[in-house]
C-alpha cells in the first residue's frame, strides 16, 4: 500500500543539527514531492517546505529558510529534512507528507517523528 | 500569506448531533483549494475533504465541506464516536501553504 515511514524519535542538545528520513512505498516516488509539516506539541500544524522527488527543487518557508535542507535520494525512494542550530521551540513532531509544492491536499502522512531539543 | 481562522475552538456534542465547523481566510483562497484534516491523539492528520468538497478516498458521506467566499464549512453529520477528533482546515493555493489553528469536537 501507498505509505510514508518516517525514522525515529530524536534527542538533541541545544546548538545542535538533526536528520530527518522519510521512506516512500507504493508509488512513483519521482511523480510527486515532499512536504514537511511540524507540530510543537498541544499546538497546531505548521508547514516548513517542499521538495521535488523528480528535480529536487525546493520552496521553503521563509521562517525556516536560513535553517533547513530538504533532499531526496531516488534510489531509495527517501526524502531527509536537516534542521541545524536547534532550540528549545524546535521540540515537535515532524511530518512528510505527500504532494506537490501547491494545488494538492496532503493524502498520505508520515506517522511522524518526535524531536526533543533539551540541554 | 493567507490566515486561516477556525471557530469554534472546543464543540461539545453528544454522538448523533451534527457538527459545524467553520475557517475563514484573510484573502480568498486561490480556486477552493481548501482541504480539511482529522487528527487524533497520538496519530497523523487524515485528509477528509479537498477542494473545499470532495471528500478523499474511504471518507463517509458524512463529512461534507462546503465554500462561500472566504468562508469554508465542514459539516459532520450524525456524529460517530470516533469522530472525535481535533479538525484542521489548510489552504495549499498560495504559497507558504497554511493551517487553521484547530477545532476540538469533544464529546458532551
Known amino acids: 500500500q501507498v505509505q510514508l515511514v518516517q525514522s525515529g524519535a530524536e534527542v538533541k542538545k541545544p546548538g545542535a543539527s538533526v536528520k530527518v528520513s522519510c521512506k516512500a512505498s507504493?508509488?512513483?516516488?519521482?511523480?510527486?514531492?515532499i512536504s514537511w509539516v511540524r507540530q510543537a506539541p498541544g499546538q497546531g500544524l505548521e508547514w516548513m517546505g517542499w521538495?521535488?522527488?523528480?528535480?529536487?527543487?525546493?520552496n521553503y518557508a521563509q521562517k525556516f529558510q536560513v535553517r533547513v535542507t530538504m533532499t531526496t535520494d531516488t534510489s531509495t525512494s527517501t526524502a531527509y529534512m536537516e534542521l541545524r542550530s536547534l532550540r528549545s521551540d524546535d521540540t515537535a513532531m515532524y511530518y512528510c507528507?505527500?504532494?506537490?509544492?501547491?494545488?494538492?491536499?496532503?493524502?498520505?502522512w508520515g506517522q511522524g517523528t518526535m524531536v526533543t531539543v533539551s540541554s | 500569506e493567507i490566515v486561516l481562522t477556525q471557530s469554534p475552538g472546543t464543540l461539545s456534542l453528544s454522538p448523533g448531533e451534527t457538527a459545524a465547523l467553520s475557517c475563514r481566510a484573510s484573502?480568498?483562497?486561490?480556486?477552493?483549494?481548501l482541504a480539511w484534516y482529522q487528527q487524533k491523539p497520538g496519530q497523523a492528520p487524515r485528509l477528509l475533504i479537498y477542494?473545499?468538497?470532495s471528500r478523499a478516498t474511504g471518507i463517509p458521506d458524512r463529512f461534507s465541506g462546503s465554500a462561500s467566499g472566504t468562508d469554508f464549512t465542514l459539516t459532520i453529520s450524525r456524529l460517530e464516536p470516533e469522530d472525535f477528533a481535533v479538525y484542521y482546515c489548510?489552504?495549499?493555493?498560495?504559497?507558504?501553504?497554511?493551517f487553521g489553528q484547530g477545532t476540538k469536537v469533544e464529546i458532551k
Open positions: 507528507a505527500r504532494g506537490q509544492w501547491l494545488y494538492d491536499a496532503f493524502d498520505i
Open positions: 507504493g508509488y512513483r516516488f519521482s511523480n510527486y514531492g
Open positions: 521538495i521535488s522527488a523528480y528535480r529536487g527543487n525546493t
Open positions: 484573502q480568498s483562497v486561490t480556486s477552493s483549494y
Open positions: 477542494g473545499a468538497s
Open positions: 489548510h489552504q495549499y493555493g498560495s504559497s507558504p501553504r497554511t
